[in-house]
């Protein structure tokens, strides 16, 4: 019986051993191929483009499959990696954020495997023209971090980040991409796993992310949406009505949220909510003649102790009677003027007069609720909700065109809704269906219904410029447009938009055969064309020479064209149509933003010549160019013989520079035998040094703008950091010059070694233009600010006004150096001018004349006219500068080298060019003592050290 047992329990045991071998090995597959979900991101920069937020585009799809290509090709070697299992789920922006998903058998992609798989993919990306960014991988899921459902105004935010304790690295938080630190706004707690804000409001909205720095980074990551500040509407806050029995209303109006009235007495009711507005019928007895108090506050129990959470409505009875009487907005006397709300469904004030006996309206200033809203919207508009906002706009105007079009107040509001959105469109792409919203919306604000209200917006005043920014918001916003071939007809607004190295076109729109002809062009490049038959509705006509008050004698005859080109271009041709035949005296205008008028110049008017025979045509020939006056000037003054001088100028400077040089090395030998003439030849090097590189730069700069507008900020910056540097290292070597003249003319017996003066001079002549340089890109290039947007390749003015970091040094070097100038000229006049040798030197004028003439380019003085650039948009002023300016090279060879009979001999005898300055400072009243002093050479027949300085 034994030996049977132990039998069965040695099969069940052997039973029992085998299930659990195939348990482990079932356990192990499982836990071996079990998959995992890694959501990952990707970073690219390049310019968001809103298409980007729609998979049915085509280049949502394209950017989709090349990506996910790219992916799974290089993923394909890791061993953890699932094939097939790349899927992309979506762009971002930021610049543009490729949100994508794989599948492993590991819950980490932190592994040396994956490191070298995504170089591989950044760099096969790159290869394809995508340019991914430095450190562009990461972990990233998208999560909810908000402790609460809904954030309100004014409310503290908590964000709680819930990364797995397996992740290791430094925590740490952004929004918007911008690192947060503590203070008295943001607080961490809990290791820094939690965030509170204080006191949110809308602009507190963005995209928060906690991110723990390791070799892939692992982010969690959410949109935090701040709702909307309530805007209760009750009308004016203290009314009086006569103390009868009577019923009054109170109305409270609340879009976004519910309201209520507190207290609501009995026998008083509270109409149901109609357009956001509720009702309280109260019932004033006149045996109650006291004051009573009613609120609307929000219905959400937490807001009540907030302070927009509530309006109070005062009702004052009185013993009187008054001849204006209104159960809404009370009772009043003859003459009285009182501000009651607008409609319901409507925002805003509209004012009553008592007028014999009733309350009349004097004032409407009501916007349509659904324009305020969006108002509201685009004062913390994000780039991504741009496709969003400008459909809700382009619908809400469509819808309301009637009202909108009678009411000057709303179209102030759009277009300033329009104004802000063309702003935060400048870090994204735009495609045609957010530019087609973006027309139609304007092409009702343009139409003939608008006409009276454009009158009272540009009637005799300028303080709103409603028009000019209308028209400033659609080119801002044409500059962004994708790239590609399509066209946006509107009822009096048709866009082209095209690629191509040239451009003939004839309008399509009613009424309309204006033609635009642009030669051709270095290589195809975006072009967009914007044609307008309504904007003489809307743009004043004033011109430059009166810039205050439209121009009534003048009136617009023809379309207005917006043309964008991202190369420079230096001609355009127009065809228009004039409208009203019986003007005369045609001008080819354009909009100058600067100066805020219409402006002709670099336009001609010719006649339109079609088979021969001129008809109801006329031509307008633009060309707009760049000058050297750009340098101390923030105006851009577009002029083809400014631009002659300009280009003339610099060539002959660089090449007069190049021979300085070569005779300074020459005769650098016999030059620089004591420590004053060898000082004054390394300025005068330097000098030519600095000048040649920065005309190098200018001209590259110049290059640069001529081919790409809006200028590229890229390939600009570098060339503007080295034109920045090494003008002012020009001037502050010509302030050296000028020192070392002062301190040899003033401080005679003053000795001072030749290794010291050398210190001194390049620390400052170098050391301190790079101190600036350095100080301005840090501090402008962050927002893009550091170099202007348009026009020219040079420091920015319009944002940042990065321009001062030149001028400023520039011109208070230039004030040194005339002050050293008039001390040197007194001392030299006091020690008389009748000695002289030389009879043609003997008057004082003779003597400051011959001094200025030689010292003026040394110590660059002629910059002195850059103070009349910065203020004047005269052309007089800016040929002038550009003239002597571009010019300085030449002057330098000529009076600083070829006149002095030194360098041109290559030997030590006195100089009769320059060298009448020592014998002017020499030649009376000085005894043997004073005499030597002067000299502190090592050369038993060298001048004393201002005239050695002076033949430079």
């Given at each position: ?105 590991t819950d980490s992609p932190n592994n040396p495997e994956f490191v070298e798989a995504n170089n591989k993919v950044a760099n096969t990306l790159t290869s394809m023209g995508f340019p991914v960014a430095e450190n562009a991988f990461a972990e990233s899921e998208n999560v909810t971090l908000s402790t609460a459902t809904k954030l309100y105004p004014l409310q503290d935010m908590t964000l709680k980040c819930k990364i797995p304790d ?33 006191s949110v409001t809308e602009k507190d909205k963005g995209r928060y992310a906690c991110k723990k720095a390791r070799t892939i980074p692992y982010i969690q990551w959410q949109d935090i949406v701040i709702e909307p500040l309530p805007n209760i509407i009750v009308g004016k806050s203290e009314r009086q009505f006569q103390c009868i029995d009577q019923t009054v209303e109170l109305t409270c109006c609340e879009t976004k949220y519910d ?39 929000l219905r959400i129990s937490e807001l009540q102790r907030l302070s927009y959470a509530q309006r109070t409505v005062i009702i004052n009875k009185v013993n009187q009677v008054l001849p204006c009487k209104n159960e809404t907005l009370g009772d009043g006397k003859e003459g009285e003027v009182l501000k009651g709300p607008c409609e319901k469904g409507k925002e805003g004030t509209i004012t009553y007069q008592c007028t014999l006996g ?595």
């Open positions: 019986m034994s030996i049977i047992t132990n039998k069965v329990n040695k099969e069940v045991f052997c039973i029992m051993f085998n299930k659990r071998i195939k348990e482990f090995e079932i356990n192990y597959k499982t836990r071996h191929w079990f998959l995992f979900t890694v959501k990952m991101s990707m970073r690219i920069e390049e310019d968001f483009d809103t298409s980007l937020n729609d998979p049915n585009y085509e280049k949502y799809r394209r950017y989709a499959k090349q990506i996910q290509s790219a992916i799974e090709d290089n993923y394909k070697t890791v061993s953890n990696f699932k094939k097939g299992s790349v899927k992309i789920t979506g762009f971002r922006p930021g610049s543009i954020i490729a949100d994508y998903e794989i599948k492993t058998t397996s992740v290791d690295g430094t925590m740490s938080w952004t929004v918007n991409d911008q690192v947060i630190l503590q203070n008295g706004k943001y607080s961490f707690s809990e290791g820094g796993t939690i965030l509170t804000v204080k309201v209520e009235w507190t207290p609501i007495p009995s026998g008083d009711e509270v109409t149901l909510p109609d357009k956001g507005c509720i009702t309280l019928k109260h019932n004033i007895r006149s045996a109650d003649c006291s004051t009573e108090t009613f609120t609307c506050q009733s309350w009349r309206e004097i004032n409407r200033d009501c916007i349509l609720q659904v324009i305020k809203d969006i108002e509201k919207q685009v004062e913390v508009l994000a780039p991504q909700d741009i496709p969003a906002v400008v459909a809700q706009l382009s619908t809400a105007t469509v819808q309301n065109n009637q009202e909108i079009t009678q009411s000057s107040v709303t179209v102030q509001t759009i277009v300033g809704i329009l104004v802000k959105i063309a702003g935060t469109a400048q870090t994204i792409i735009i495609d045609a269906p957010v530019m087609k919203s973006f027309l139609q919306t304007v092409d009702i604000l343009v139409s003939d219904l608008a006409i009276n209200s454009w009158n009272n917006l540009n009637i005799n005043s300028r303080t709103d410029d409603t028009s000019t920014a209308l028209l400033s918001a659609v080119e801002i916003i044409s500059d962004r447009l994708t790239d590609g071939n399509f066209t946006i007809n509107e009822k009096s607004i048709e866009l082209n938009r095209t690629v191509a190295d040239r451009y003939s076109g004839i309008s399509n729109l009613t009424n309309s055969t204006t033609e635009i002809l642009i030669p051709q062009i270095s290589k195809p490049t975006p072009i967009t064309i914007i044609v307008f038959t309504t904007l003489d509705n809307v743009l004043p006509t004033r011109d430059t020479s009166n810039k205050n008050y439209s121009n009534t004698d003048v009136r617009i005859n023809g379309d207005v064209v917006v043309v964008k080109v991202n190369q420079k271009i230096n001609s355009i041709s127009f065809a228009f149509h004039i409208t009203d035949q019986s003007l005369g005296n045609p001008q080819c205008v354009f909009w100058n933003f600067k100066l805020d008028a219409w402006d002709s110049t670099g336009c001609e008017v010719k006649p339109y010549i079609s088979k021969g025979n001129e008809i109801g045509k006329i031509t307008c020939e633009c060309k707009h160019t760049t000058s050297f006056s750009i340098l101390m000037s923030p105006f851009s003054i577009d002029n083809i013989a400014l631009a002659y001088i300009t280009y003339i100028g610099v060539a002959i400077s660089m090449a007069s520079l190049i021979l300085c040089l070569i005779i300074e090395i020459i005769v650098w030998k016999s030059m620089t035998r004591n420590d004053t003439s060898y000082m004054q030849h390394v300025s005068i090097v330097n000098i030519a040094v600095s000048l040649l590189i920065a005309n190098i730069c200018f001209i590259i700069g110049a290059a640069i703008a001529e081919q790409k507008q809006p200028t590229s900020v890229g390939r600009c910056s570098p060339v503007v950091f080295f034109m920045h540097f090494f003008y002012l290292a020009l001037f502050f070597w010509m302030l050296i010059s000028a020192l070392l003249l002062f301190y040899r003319t003033v401080m005679v017996l003053s000795q001072m070694s030749r290794a010291r003066m050398m210190a001194i001079a390049f620390i400052v002549g170098y050391g301190a233009p790079l101190l600036i340089a350095a100080i301005t890109v840090a501090s402008t290039a962050g927002p893009k600010n550091y170099v202007t947007k348009q026009d020219a390749c040079w420091l920015n003015w319009l944002e940042s006004k990065a321009l001062l970091a030149f001028v400023i040094p520039a011109l208070t070097i230039v004030a040194i150096n005339l002050v050293v100038l008039i001390v040197v000229l007194y001392k030299m006049l006091r020690r008389g001018v009748g000695a002289t040798t030389q009879p043609d030197e003997k008057h004082a004028l003779v003597v400051i004349a011959r001094c200025v003439a030689f010292l003026t380019p040394i110590f660059g003085l002629t910059w002195g006219f850059g103070i009349g650039t910065m203020v004047s948009r005269d052309l007089g002023v800016h040929v002038v500068f550009a003239l002597l300016n571009s010019l300085q090279g030449f002057f330098i060879l000529v009076f600083g080298t070829l006149l002095d009979s030194k360098s041109t001999s290559a030997g030590p005898s006195s100089s009769s060019g320059l060298g009448f300055f020592h014998q002017r400072m020499h030649r009376r009243n000085v005894n043997n003592l004073s005499r030597a002093s002067f000299f502190s050479t090592t050369s038993s027949n060298s001048s004393s050290g201002s005239d050695t300085f002076m033949n430079a």
